[in-house]
T-cell receptor, first 114, second 112 residues
Framework: SAVISQKPSRDICQRGTSLTIQCQVD?????MFWYRQQPGQSLTLIAT?????????ESGFVIDKFPISRPNLTFSTLTVSNMSPEDSSIYLC???????????FGQGTRLTVV | KQEVTQIPAALSVPEGENLVLNCSFT??????LQWFRQDPGKGLTSLLL?????REQTSGRLNASLDKSSGRSTLYIAASQPGDSATYLC???????????FGAGTQVVVTP
């Protein structure tokens, strides 16, 4: 199994500012995924982060709002830009196992925008 | 488009009872199905993974079945304990590099 560390674990931010969330994995992985979980909702995929290329965004999510970096095979960042209260959610980083079957998740970043 | 539904949305049982959580999906062409546990405000813990070729998986008090043709999976938790209180999520993967489609979850409360 993969061990995923996310930072920060939680934050309270002012509207209009940006927050960068870090995701560190204890082994090299091909793809990393960023999910959002809005209050009382299930998880929705934001984007897939590929090393050496631009992230692939799902419908409804754009790079200007959620820029992603993937500088190497163990690390990725997600930035939530120009935040509004609607961005208050738990943001989760996920990776697949080495054989690309099982998914593992970090502990999430709980973001509150005021 | 794949849609994943979990029933019931919430469940409260006394300690010791068996739990039965249901998950259905509309497109049977899945790669695998995974059950997760989520504690309030926390991330996801993987419980069981069932490949599309398998019928069930077991881990301790947990057993998950998969009927791909009918688009259903069931998670059984035997002899429930208060520590089993959490939200249980099922997610299906259709092969695209680990991308998962989640159900809305079943919130479980086990009372002492």
């Amino acid at each position: 199994s993969a061990v995923i560390s996310q930072k920060p674990s939680r934050d309270i931010c002012q509207r209009g500012t940006s927050l960068t969330i870090q995701c560190q994995v204890d082994s090299q992985v091909t793809m990393m995924f960023w999910y959002r979980q809005q209050p009382g909702q299930s998880l929705t995929l934001i984007a897939t982060a590929n090393q050496g290329s631009e992230a692939t965004y799902e419908s409804g999510f754009v790079i200007d709002k959620f820029p992603i970096s993937r500088p190497n095979l163990t690390f990725s960042t997600l930035t939530v830009s120009n935040m509004s209260p609607e961005d208050s959610s738990i943001y989760l980083c996920s990776v697949a196992s080495f054989d690309d079957t099982e998914a593992f998740f970090g502990q999430g970043t709980r973001l509150t925008v005021v | 488009k794949q849609e994943v539904t979990q029933i019931p949305a919430a469940l409260s049982v006394p300690e010791g009872e068996n739990l039965v959580l249901n998950c259905s999906f509309t497109d049977s062409a899945i790669y695998n199905l995974q059950w997760f546990r989520q504690d309030p405000g926390k991330g996801l813990t993987s419980l069981l993974l069932i490949q599309s070729s398998q019928r069930e998986q077991t881990s301790g008090r947990l057993n998950a079945s998969l009927d791909k043709s009918s688009g259903r999976s069931t998670l059984y938790i035997a002899a429930s304990q208060p520590g089993d209180s959490a939200t249980y999520l099922c997610a299906v993967r259709q092969g695209s590099w680990g991308k998962l489609q989640f159900g809305a979850g079943t919130q479980v409360v086990v009372t002492p």
